[in-house]
């Protein structure tokens, strides 16, 4: 299995001993993206709307570095913090996929870092 690790300046830079990505023949995961404002590395604290907005441009970010797109995405993952946010953040998340829908699953958790609303990882295929 050969796998390639994933890295572009368009997206937060890893803060930890993880990759933004990594791809596994036609496969690509991603690491949790949070509201990270890739330039600045400074955290966007927003209402959910804003939040949700940047997490997908991020995860946008990697999946271009990957060679892929949104239409690409078959699994998503969202962590959102307050489950009482899901219907705004659905309305984001549902102008971001268009008709590409992926399969997701959406869980609340007790905390995301630095406060974050919603955090969101995603696995796309290419072909």
Known sequence: MKKRAIRTDKAPAAIGPYEQGIQVGGFLFTSGQIALDPKTGEFLKGEIE???ERVLKNL?????????TRAHVIKTTVYLADLGHFPRMNKVYENFFGENKPARSTVQVAALPKGAKIEIDAVAAAG
């Not at 946008?60 to 892929?68: Q, Y």
């Open 50 to 52: 804003e939040e949700t």
């Open 60 to 68: 946008d970010a990697i999946l271009e570095a990957a060679g892929m």
